[in-house]
T-cell receptor, first 114, second 110 residues
């Protein structure tokens, strides 16, 4: 089992561009979580998805951010019109179920906005 | 709102010395506490959770509800323990939303 996969590992964007971050959960896991880690901070919950459903997006900024987990393919975190404050590490985690199950983390995508 | 505080950003000890990484939380209910570790160039991984009461790689952590603490301890630190350690909790209101502390970078010197 290759574990949670994220790509790209590093992403550089200019202000105003779009960033697309991908996450493939572990085999057999249907629950995906996205977290953001700003410099010098801990990881902060953004969104929880199951296949084709957003369950909890309470941690997502109201504008420019969206997430999906389609029936086929990876989960996508999309950031439109990026700003410098979006520069952070974005981590994806997955679990086989939601009820306090251990979350397995991917290596993260480091987004740098110039 | 729940909060996790790790007061030490950096902690440096010598090999063979005891180590304690502090974690305090604020939550009025019954949280579940975790310690995650991130070794250099590796992904974040679960070290231990209070509910399982395990000892992993010689580390233990006891939940102290009176002091709202979940300190991580190891009696004899090894160089391979050098890593970033994050304390986290899942609150009773959510079965999945992890709240993390800012982390403590542990360096074990030879």
């Amino acid at each position: 089992n290759a574990g949670v996969m994220q790509n790209p590992r590093h992403l550089v964007r200019r202000r105003g561009q779009e960033a697309r971050l991908r996450c493939s959960p572990m085999k057999g896991h249907s629950h995906v979580y996205w977290y953001r880690q700003l410099p010098e901070e801990g990881l902060k919950f953004m969104v929880y998805l199951q296949k084709e459903n957003i369950i909890d997006e309470s941690g997502m900024p109201k504008e420019r951010f969206s997430a999906e987990f389609p029936k086929e393919g990876p989960s996508i975190l999309r950031i439109q019109q990026v700003v410098r404050g979006d520069s952070a590490a974005y981590f994806c985690a997955s679990s086989p179920a939601a009820s306090r199950e251990t979350q397995y983390f991917g290596p993260g995508t480091r987004l740098l906005v110039l | 709102a729940q909060r996790v505080t790790q007061p030490e950003k950096l902690l440096s000890v010598f090999k063979g010395a005891p180590v304690e990484l502090k974690c305090n939380y604020s939550y009025s209910g019954s949280p579940e506490l975790f310690w995650y570790v991130q070794y250099s160039r590796q992904r974040l991984q679960l070290l231990l959770r209070h509910i399982s009461r395990e000892s992993i790689k010689g580390f233990t952590a006891d939940l102290n509800k009176g002091e709202t603490s979940f300190h991580l301890k190891k009696p004899f630190a090894q160089e391979e323990d050098s890593a970033m350690y994050y304390c986290a909790l899942i609150s009773g209101g959510s079965n999945y939303k992890l709240t993390f502390g800012k982390g403590t970078l542990l360096t074990v010197n030879p």
